[in-house]
């Protein structure tokens, strides 16, 4: 099997990358290595790709590695690779992130996700992969969905760009499935977290502070809860359904929609206690009001990928917080969150 996973030097891309690898798939990677947070934490994440690709695994399996630095907006290099490569699955995951830097920097967000995606879907079109899974969130629940959110709730009031952008993705990739019968299925994230997670996300900016002695920052006066995902469970949901058959011709389309979240709501005091456990710190906290763009909670109603599937997320919120707690003691200097990418050398030049 031969897969392109774009977005492969990201948190989720990069996981998702090492899980194939092991298994000896042939994965290409692309990534437009953006500077949205620091590159050194994305070169680590390729380096140890490129350490796992070429070592055969325990079934004498050896899976390759070909990292290619595109953005998806160059639209005749994107289509030249598909063309070239004849993947068997595309897994779209590279995009512009992040709720609170949409509000001040959205062409960001329409250049990748809205310009990207229809680049990547137009190559799609003509190169005709298996199956095309691609990133949505669960941010595009806004906040007057009921809760546990289920899928058949459209998501019709976005509160940020951000949220608005993987909406759209949702909308135009059901257009091609219905125009040129292309399957496609969405994956509706919920807040993951992780050993070499993004740096602009709570979970690692609180990692950051505790062990930094600064106080951390808590929105909505802690009165918020996150469907809080680890990054394995996260990982291994997308790669069942890499396993099975892409959706059918449902509703005039092959497309669906799927959460793939822990299905369970975490109190944002309580994944800060979990990790100052994990970290053996104690916090000090700032209480804030909320943020623009944010929602007060997400609950993700799993029920449809396991029907689907049969997968379940298995990883305690305690093994999970321990896994990122390892991570960040010995890698303090990949929590910086602000970019200091002049002294560090670039990574399309090293050998990947
Ligand atoms: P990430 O920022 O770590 O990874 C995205 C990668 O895509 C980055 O390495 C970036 O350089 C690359 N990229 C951005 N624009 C690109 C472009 N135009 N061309 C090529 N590469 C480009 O983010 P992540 O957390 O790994 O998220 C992966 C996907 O999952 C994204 O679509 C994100 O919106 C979605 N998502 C993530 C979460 C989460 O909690 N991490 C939750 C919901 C949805």
Redesign the pocket.
Known sequence: MKILI??A?????AALCERLLEEGVHVVG?????P?YPLAL?SHRLTRLEALAGKPNQSEMTGSFRFVK????ERDALMQLMQDERFDVVVN?????GVRHSISQPHDYV??NLV?FVNLLEACRAARPRHLLY?S??SVYGDDARQPLTEEQAGAKPLSLYAAT?RANELMAYSYAHLYGLPVTGLR?F??YGARG?PD?APLRFARKLMAGEAIDVYNHGQMARDFTHISDIVEGIRCLIDLPPPREVDAAPSRVLNVGRGEPIALRDFISGLEDALGLKARKRWLPMQAGDVERTWADTTALEALSGFRPHVSLRDGLAELADWARAYPELLAEESTDAAIPDPVHRPI
């Open positions: 774009t977005g030097a990201g948190f989720i891309g692309v990534d437009n290595l953006n949205y994305k595109m953005d998806l907006t995951l590279a995009a512009q992130a250049d990748s990207g990133a969130s669960s993987k994230f807040t993951v993004r996300m």
